[in-house]
């Protein structure tokens, strides 16, 4: 067990648990279900890390191989429901969907376990951790204006994200095409650099998902009072435009005693959908 190697898996455990802290007071103030997803793929992340952990402080190895599984599952499912969280920003996606395709990802690795062995389905499933990123990143680019509109500002830390999984992925295969053996604890002290390098890469894509997440959700707050602030402006313009128009109507001489007390009517309508239209303004959070 290396000093390196645990200070940089407790710092990746730390910094995951931030994340969940950040996407549990999302859910808690805007009430969201979209921040559900978001909750459970940051419990589900940190988990990983930590029986990424655990697996450090044991000299169990039936305690070692289900350690082991637990990591690649959970950080399978976990950046999968990451990437959902992103992803539902600008599109929708049914909750029955994302409940079937999870389900899947948990049975992914566990078929590789059993056609092949341990190793092999951490690999797979680390590797599929970085292939749900690369669609995300599909995905983005499929949506065009839409998806450019909606991420607005936060695009940078989007395609930063990107870049640093790409560039984690492709190093993580070159280092187990070299026969290096990043499956948790199945690294040996020789790998310690490879191990490293790894472990740095997963700290900056935690890192630039929790600001990404943190930098979408501003922006989407943003558009949406700009949305709301167009709205309630167009509202009140319409409204101002008719009560004017009933006044001009009313101060008219040659206007009838019957037109008269319909225009009246008309302003008291027009006074009570401004006060209605003020206190829906007001309750707005």
Do not use: C
């Amino acid at each position: 067990m290396e000093l390196i190697v645990v200070f940089s898996q407790i710092s990746l455990v730390f910094i995951r648990i931030i994340g969940l802290g950040v996407g549990i007071d999302f859910l808690i103030v805007s009430k969201k279900k979209r921040f559900r997803a978001q909750v459970a793929g940051w419990t589900i992340w940190t988990l990983g890390s930590i029986f990424q952990l655990i697996s450090q402080f044991t000299t169990d190895s039936n305690l070692i191989k289900i350690m082991d599984y637990l990591f690649g599952t959970a950080t399978l499912v976990g950046a999968f429901l990451i990437s959902v969280s992103i992803i539902v920003y600008f599109r929708h996606i049914p909750v029955l969907n994302i409940f079937l395709i999870t389900l899947l990802l948990v049975a992914f690795p566990l078929i590789i376990l059993i056609f092949f062995d341990l190793s092999t389905a951490v690999t797979f499933s680390i590797l599929g951790g970085f292939l749900i990123i690369a669609f995300l990143y599909g995905f983005g680019l499929l949506e065009g204006q839409n998806f450019k509109q909606t991420v607005g500002e936060s695009v940078k830390w989007f395609y930063a994200l990107i870049i640093v999984g790409t560039v984690q992925m492709v190093t993580f295969t070159l280092f187990t095409l070299g026969g290096i053996n990043l499956s948790v604890t199945s690294s040996q002290i020789e790998d310690l650099f490879a191990l490293t390098i790894i472990n740095s890469f997963a700290i900056a894509t935690t890192v630039l998902t929790v600001v990404l997440l943190i930098h979408l959700e501003n922006s989407r707050s943003n558009l949406y009072n700009f949305q709301l602030k167009d709205k309630y402006s167009h509202d009140l313009a319409n409204i101002i435009q008719i009560i004017a128009s009933a006044i001009h109507l009313v101060e008219k001489e040659s206007l009838s005693v019957n037109d008269k007390e319909e225009s009246i009517e008309l302003l008291d309508q027009k006074l009570q959908e401004v006060l209605e239209l003020l206190q829906e303004i007001r309750t707005l959070e």
